[in-house]
T-cell receptor, first 114, second 111 residues
Framework: TAGITQAPTSQILAAGRSMTLRCTQDMRHNAMYWYRQDLGLGLRLIHYSNTAGTTGKGEVPDGYSVSRANTDDFPLTLASAVPSQTSVYFC?????????????FGPGTRLTVL | QKEVEQDPGPLSVPEGAIVSLNCTYSNSAFQYFMWYRQYSRKGPELLMY????GNKEDGRFTAQVDKSSKYISLFIRDSQPSDSATYLCAMTYTNAGKSTFGDGTTLTVKP
């Protein structure tokens, strides 16, 4: 079972360019999440989705957008990248949102914005 | 001030040592406490979770929660080189689902 896949594995992007980070899960989980992980700042939630067709803002949503057209896919888009968006991005999913629902994480995408 | 503070480390211990990893939190609304393990260049994976004060044991790992002190710990007994990783604590409001993570403590267990 693949679990959660993310693409690309890594990317170097020029400032001002747009990019979509892809995330796909095959566990039929209802909830999905996007985090960024930065040294000294830990994991911070960018956006989340409780179920297909709904999304919500996390702790650091500015500069990012998401969509949830179906259960399996949860792409994250940077419309106009800035150097402060250099980070490692993790997608995660859980069966449902709420206490007791374990989050499963993907392998991450390392993004460098120059 | 961050809602969740984690001992920064890094920690380096010899194989077989007992390891203590710790987090404090400021928000008494947190009810659900988790520990994740993250190997280098991998995503975090859930190691243990607990919902109440007290101890929960799973093999060589023990999670301890003290809600009165707003303090949680993860103990690793008989540590192994394969335990070398970054350990993240995380906490959730009851039924909220979205977790707040600590910054992580990097542990190295030397053979």
């Amino acid at each position: 079972t693949a679990g959660i896949t993310q693409a690309p594995t890594s990317q170097i992007l020029a400032a001002g360019r747009s990019m979509t980070l892809r995330c796909t899960q095959d566990m039929r989980h209802n909830a999905m999440y996007w985090y960024r992980q930065d040294l000294g700042l830990g994991l911070r939630l960018i956006h989340y989705s409780n179920t297909a067709g709904t999304t919500g803002k996390g702790e650091v949503p500015d500069g990012y957008s998401v969509s949830r057209a179906n259960t399996d896919d949860f792409p994250l888009t940077l419309a106009s990248a800035v150097p402060s968006q250099t980070s490692v991005y993790f997608c995660a999913s859980s069966e449902n949102q709420g206490v007791g629902n374990e989050q499963f994480f993907g392998p991450g995408t390392r993004l460098t914005v120059l | 001030q961050k809602e969740v503070e984690q001992d920064p480390g890094p920690l380096s211990v010899p194989e077989g040592a007992i390891v203590s990893l710790n987090c404090t939190y400021s928000n008494s609304a947190f009810q659900y406490f988790m520990w994740y393990r993250q190997y280098s260049r991998k995503g975090p994976e859930l190691l243990m979770y607990t919902y109440s004060s007290g101890n929960k044991e799973d093999g060589r790992f023990t999670a301890q929660v003290d809600k009165s002190s707003k303090y949680i710990s993860l103990f690793i007994r008989d540590s192994q080189p394969s335990d070398s990783a970054t350990y993240l604590c995380a906490m959730t409001y009851t039924n909220a689902g979205k977790s707040t993570f600590g910054d992580g403590t990097t542990l190295t267990v030397k053979p």
